[in-house]
């Protein structure tokens, strides 16, 4: 199952009291309503956190700032590294408490509710006075600098008033853009609930409303719950089911809830839950029970992980439903909540149910449906594959990142499944692939490559090659030139057998290389020479400048030794360069060695230590972006993953390519749809505070996360560079 | 070329400067940093409320070697760009 190795944020009660009482409060008397937890325990518990490479909590309550010990709990996370978000109520935020917010410089956002644009819609249910004072609260956070954003809930009594809300948040205060949701089944709310739902005549003029705003606004009102969500989601179905498409991705399953994998809760008393919303859960206790315990080996937790895999059709209810393959049956805790039961559909949200109730949905106005499908293309265009070809390998490179057997001709090991790679090819055709990217282990070795090839060329994909050379022969030099916009880059780690055989691990394969390039070169490449630098040649990198461009190479690229898998030995033997030898190397190729040469030279540093004038000027070898967001890859064994780190860091594997849709990996992996919303705006540590985070994208998210444990840990060397002081402060923003 | 009165700088903005002559606009509010190469580097230098773009324009022909015929339009545009993005404007006098 595809999840987190740790949870990626953990939502937090700090206290169970509020100094408000909504009519809809989601939390007073529900299973959460406890005792608060002591300060010293939760601040035990962010130490918890912050070895386990947590970074993220969102305080909420009650009210989180009822507590007089709020701030004691923010400065001891905030001390821990863990960022955070807040969502309040606004009344109690004084001046000194937004200053000291600000302060700490972890706050990701802090969330003000307001229902209403003049105090009689506000504070109908929330209570006298309070309209003034979550305003001030609001506008005192901004004085402050605190990013903050409003939550506006639906109900009875603002319902009419939604116009005048989204002119006040937006246009007089100048909010960057609001939220909305609606009463729901929850706490108060359930006995309350002829007072304060939406009938479904209220649900459909709320819809209406919203859209109306949505076309003016744009995406400054967003939701994922309530009428706004509701009404973009099932307009998607009726899309859909009139484009004949005969499911929508995840449709047809209790696919509704992500949380499962991403993320943890506790209530006020410590007790650990899936979901706040499901405060009966209990999973265990923090301080007591091991928090990666509970996140891997919970039963109940895994029970609910696996709701994914139950269909709608196994439900009476749902069997008949037109809708069924494009619905998830949404919110499990409403599900809970209603049914008694969160492994079931919750009908709150059931569109059949709230069409035979009269409800109308209003219709979508082209501009918005035109804005959702570029948006989906945009983002989730699927531009190239890496195709991971071979489990083993006919080199044994003392450097290499993903490890692959040793494979002599005695013994192979491996391959990804021709078939396979067509179907996945099919797939990923329909999701705008256009290029495919062959590596291993060693691509050329793979049994069916002149199928592979001759697959490639027909299906006019563009490919790029990364190979040690040493199988290259003539004929498959000739096979990949027929490809279109082909590219090929050989290994030489060398000008010399003895030092590219010391990296390689192999007998010949320094002579069996270049007999490679040359018939690359022969086949009429000009291909690119790619040498891993370390201790035992950098001494060789002039010499193998001139090799390659004796060998009628077109560029050159110079890869640090990266500290994954094999390379971690290097790094910790000494094998490998200092980040101070590298800095001071990376200069001399981009300022003077670039000078003496034809060649392209590109040093792969990350883009901080690069010269503006390489990266943008005329004479420059340009700004290479790692094309994360629109790259997949598949592994020797069939496995969908971010890329060859799935070799080595099960977490990063999406899904199998034998039994799982491409579309569902590509569109629904919890992994890239974080990376795709928090790339690089959440990038941690000096990545966070480098000025060409949004070229550089962290340098590589796949190395990233092998060393931190975390999507947005900060690169290896820029950490390293910065702690010895070189990493260069024209490139820091703060 | 409009004479459109004498560009300068957002004093907040800072120009740090590198070995290779570009440099880096940093908005210390915004967070964000510009790249700039020299020939932006030397404008952005004559920013200062004194000269006008003709005079930066006369100033850069001095100084550089081969400036193409339509400098003057770039010249106009880079400015622009400046002040779209806040980083610069032009003095005003109250009335």
Same mark, same amino acid.
């Given at each position: 199952? $595809?999840?987190?190795?740790?949870?990626?944020?953990?939502?937090?009660?700090?206290?169970?009291?509020?100094?408000?009482?909504?009519?809809?409060?989601?939390?007073?008397?529900?299973?959460? @309503?406890?005792?608060?937890?002591?300060?010293?325990?939760?601040?035990?518990?962010?130490?918890?956190?912050?070895?386990?490479?947590?970074? /993220?909590?969102?305080?909420?309550?009650?009210?989180?700032?009822?507590?007089? $010990?709020?701030?004691?709990?923010?400065?001891?996370?905030?001390?821990?590294?863990?960022?955070?978000?807040?969502?309040?109520?606004?009344?109690?935020?004084?001046?000194?408490?937004?200053?000291?917010?600000?302060?700490?410089?972890?706050?990701?956002?802090?969330?003000? &509710?307001?229902?209403?644009?003049?105090?009689?819609?506000?504070?109908?249910?929330?209570?006298?006075?309070?309209?003034?004072?979550?305003?001030?609260?609001?506008?005192?956070?901004?004085? +402050?600098?605190?990013?903050?954003?409003?939550?506006?809930?639906?109900?009875?009594?603002?319902?009419? @008033?939604?116009?005048?809300?989204?002119?006040?948040?937006?246009?007089?205060?100048?909010?960057?853009?609001?939220?909305?949701?609606?009463?729901?089944?929850?706490?108060?709310?359930?006995?309350?609930?002829?007072?304060?739902?939406?009938?479904?005549?209220?649900?459909?003029?709320?819809?209406?409303?919203?859209?109306?705003?949505?076309?003016?606004?744009?995406?400054?009102?967003?939701?994922?719950?309530?009428?706004?969500?509701?009404?973009?989601?099932?307009?998607?179905?009726?899309?859909?089911?009139?484009?004949?498409?005969?499911?929508?991705?995840?449709?047809?399953?209790?696919?509704?809830?992500?949380?499962?994998?991403?993320?943890?809760?506790?209530?006020?008393?410590?007790?650990?839950?899936?979901?706040?919303?499901?405060?009966?859960?209990?999973?265990?206790?923090?301080?007591?029970?091991?928090?990666?315990?509970?996140?891997?080996?919970?039963?109940?937790?895994?029970?609910?992980?696996?709701?994914?895999?139950?269909?709608?059709? &196994?439900?009476?209810?749902?069997?008949?439903?037109?809708?069924?393959?494009?619905?998830?049956?949404?919110?499990?805790?409403?599900?809970?909540?209603?049914?008694?039961?969160?492994?079931?559909?919750?009908?709150?949200?059931?569109?059949?149910?709230?069409?035979?109730?009269?409800?109308?949905?209003?219709?979508?106005?082209?501009?918005?449906?035109?804005?959702?499908?570029?948006?989906?293309?945009?983002?989730?265009?699927?531009?190239?594959?890496?195709?991971?070809?071979?489990?083993?390998?006919?080199?044994?490179?003392? /450097?290499?990142?993903?490890?692959?057997?040793?494979?002599?001709?005695?013994?192979?090991?491996?391959?990804?499944?021709?078939?396979?790679?067509?179907?996945?090819?099919?797939?990923?055709?329909?999701?705008?692939?256009?290029?495919?990217?062959?590596?291993?282990?060693?691509?050329?070795? +793979?049994?069916?490559?002149?199928?592979?090839?001759?697959?490639?060329?027909?299906?006019?994909?563009?490919?790029?090659?990364?190979?040690?050379?040493?199988?290259?022969?003539?004929?498959?030099?000739?096979?990949?030139?027929?490809?279109?916009?082909?590219?090929?880059?050989?290994?030489?780690?060398?000008?010399?057998?003895?030092? /590219?055989?010391?990296?390689?691990?192999?007998?010949?394969?320094?002579?069996?290389?270049?007999?490679?390039?040359?018939?690359?070169?022969?086949?009429?490449?000009?291909?690119?020479?790619?040498?891993?630098?370390?201790?035992?040649?950098?001494?060789?990198?002039?010499?193998?400048?001139?090799?390659?461009?004796?060998?009628?190479?077109?560029?050159?690229?110079?890869?640090?030794?990266?500290?994954?898998?094999?390379?971690?030995?290097? +790094?910790?033997?000494?094998?490998?360069?200092?980040?101070?030898?590298?800095?001071?190397?990376?200069?001399?190729?981009?300022?003077?060695?670039?000078?003496?040469?034809?060649?392209?030279?590109?040093?792969?540093?990350?883009?901080?230590?690069?010269?503006?004038?390489?990266?943008?000027?005329?004479?420059?070898?340009?700004?290479?972006?790692?094309?994360?967001?629109?790259?997949?890859?598949?592994?020797?064994?069939?496995?969908?993953?971010?890329?060859?780190?799935?070799?080595?860091?099960?977490?990063?594997?999406?899904?199998?390519?034998? /039994?799982?849709?491409?579309?569902?990996?590509?569109?629904?992996?919890?992994?890239?749809?974080?990376?795709?919303?928090?790339?690089?705006?959440?990038?941690?540590?000096?990545?966070?505070?480098?000025?060409?985070?949004?070229?550089?994208?962290?340098?590589?998210?796949?190395?990233?996360?092998?060393?931190?444990?975390?999507?947005?840990?900060?690169?290896?060397?820029?950490?390293?560079?910065?702690?010895?002081?070189?990493?260069?402060?024209?490139?820091?923003?703060? | 070329?409009?004479?459109?009165?004498?560009?300068? #700088?957002?004093?907040? #903005?800072?120009?740090?400067?590198?070995?290779?002559?570009?440099?880096?606009?940093?908005?210390? #509010?915004?967070?964000?940093?510009?790249?700039?190469?020299?020939?932006? #580097?030397?404008?952005?230098?004559?920013?200062?409320?004194?000269?006008?773009?003709?005079?930066?324009?006369?100033?850069?022909?001095?100084?550089?070697?081969?400036?193409?015929?339509?400098?003057?339009?770039?010249?106009?545009?880079?400015?622009?760009?400046?002040?779209?993005?806040?980083?610069?404007?032009?003095?005003?006098?109250?009335?």
């Amino acid at each position: 199952m $595809d999840f987190l190795r740790s949870p990626e944020s953990i939502d937090i009660a700090v206290t169970g009291r509020c100094n408000l009482k909504c009519a809809y409060c989601s939390h007073f008397t529900s299973e959460g @309503d406890v005792e608060d937890l002591p300060a010293d325990e939760w601040c035990r518990f962010f130490e918890e956190l912050e070895r386990r490479g947590v970074g /993220h909590v969102c305080f909420q309550g009650g009210e989180p700032f009822f507590r007089d $010990d709020f701030p004691g709990l923010v400065r001891c996370a905030s001390a821990r590294g863990i960022r955070f978000s807040i969502l309040s109520n606004g009344t109690l935020i004084s001046d000194e408490l937004a200053a000291f917010i600000s302060s700490t410089g972890s706050c990701d956002s802090v969330q003000v &509710s307001i229902d209403g644009s003049i105090p009689t819609t506000h504070e109908s249910f929330r209570g006298r006075g309070t309209f003034r004072r979550a305003l001030d609260g609001l506008m005192t956070l901004l004085t +402050h600098g605190v990013p903050a954003s409003v939550r506006v809930t639906i109900h009875k009594r603002n319902v009419e @008033d939604l116009e005048n809300i989204a002119a006040l948040l937006l246009e007089e205060i100048g909010l960057p853009g609001f939220s909305t949701n609606s009463a729901s089944h929850f706490g108060l709310c359930r006995k309350n609930a002829d007072q304060v739902q939406l009938t479904v005549e209220e649900r459909s003029l709320a819809m209406r409303t919203l859209i109306k705003l949505k076309e003016r606004y744009g995406d400054r009102i967003s939701a994922s719950a309530g009428p706004l969500a509701e009404a973009m989601t099932w307009s998607e179905m009726e899309s859909a089911m009139r484009r004949g498409e005969r499911t929508l991705a995840c449709g047809g399953y209790l696919t509704g809830c992500g949380g499962p994998m991403q993320s943890l809760a506790v209530r006020a008393d410590g007790v650990i839950v899936p979901c706040l919303q499901l405060p009966h859960m209990e999973l265990g206790r923090i301080n007591k029970d091991d928090l990666i315990d509970v996140w891997r080996n919970s039963s109940e937790l895994n029970r609910l992980r696996r709701r994914v895999e139950i269909p709608l059709r &196994s439900f009476a209810f749902c069997r008949d439903c037109d809708y069924v393959d494009y619905c998830t049956g949404n919110c499990p805790a409403a599900a809970h909540t209603i049914e008694r039961d969160a492994w079931r559909p919750s009908p709150d949200a059931c569109y059949r149910l709230f069409k035979q109730s009269g409800g109308e949905l209003p219709d979508l106005p082209p501009t918005l449906i035109i804005a959702k499908a570029k948006g989906d293309q945009l983002e989730y265009s699927l531009d190239q594959i890496y195709f991971y070809l071979t489990r083993g390998c006919n080199l044994h490179c003392r /450097h290499c990142w993903i490890e692959p057997q040793f494979q002599t001709g005695a013994r192979t090991y491996p391959s990804l499944d021709f078939d396979l790679f067509v179907s996945v090819l099919d797939q990923a055709q329909a999701l705008g692939l256009s290029g495919v990217k062959l590596t291993g282990g060693e691509p050329l070795i +793979h049994p069916r490559i002149d199928n592979i090839l001759d697959e490639i060329q027909r299906r006019e994909l563009g490919l790029t090659i990364e190979t040690n050379g040493v199988a290259c022969t003539a004929d498959l030099a000739r096979r990949i030139r027929a490809c279109k916009d082909a590219s090929v880059s050989v290994s030489l780690d060398g000008a010399d057998a003895e030092t /590219h055989e010391w990296m390689r691990g192999v007998a010949g394969s320094f002579e069996a290389a270049i007999t490679g390039v040359r018939n690359l070169v022969d086949a009429g490449f000009k291909p690119q020479i790619i040498m891993t630098v370390c201790r035992q040649n950098k001494h060789d990198i002039e010499s193998l400048v001139r090799l390659a461009e004796a060998l009628g190479a077109g560029s050159v690229k110079f890869n640090l030794v990266q500290p994954t898998a094999r390379g971690q030995k290097m +790094h910790d033997g000494g094998e490998a360069l200092s980040v101070e030898e590298l800095v001071s190397l990376g200069r001399w190729v981009e300022v003077e060695l670039s000078l003496s040469t034809t060649l392209e030279l590109f040093f792969d540093h990350p883009a901080a230590f690069r010269p503006l004038s390489r990266l943008f000027g005329p004479a420059g070898s340009g700004c290479y972006r790692c094309g994360i967001f629109g790259i997949l890859g598949v592994l020797g064994d069939g496995s969908y993953a971010l890329c060859g780190i799935g070799e080595t860091v099960p977490e990063l594997v999406f899904g199998h390519a034998a /039994h799982d849709r491409l579309e569902d990996v590509w569109r629904n992996s919890p992994v890239l749809n974080e990376l795709r919303k928090g790339l690089p705006a959440k990038l941690e540590g000096v990545c966070g505070r480098c000025l060409m985070k949004h070229l550089c994208l962290g340098a590589c998210v796949a190395s990233n996360y092998q060393r931190g444990g975390r999507l947005w840990s900060a690169y290896w060397y820029c950490e390293e560079a910065l702690a010895s002081g070189l990493f260069p402060k024209t490139r820091l923003s703060t | 070329m409009s004479h459109r009165g004498k560009p300068i #700088v957002n004093p907040q #903005v800072i120009l740090r400067e590198e070995f290779d002559d570009w440099a880096i606009l940093f908005d210390p #509010v915004s967070c964000m940093g510009y790249g700039l190469n020299p020939v932006g #580097v030397f404008i952005w230098k004559r920013l200062d409320g004194r000269h006008s773009e003709e005079e930066i324009l006369l100033d850069l022909k001095s100084h550089c070697e081969n400036v193409p015929g339509d400098a003057g339009i770039h010249l106009v545009e880079f400015i622009d760009d400046l002040v779209r993005r806040g980083l610069a404007g032009y003095e005003v006098t109250l009335t």
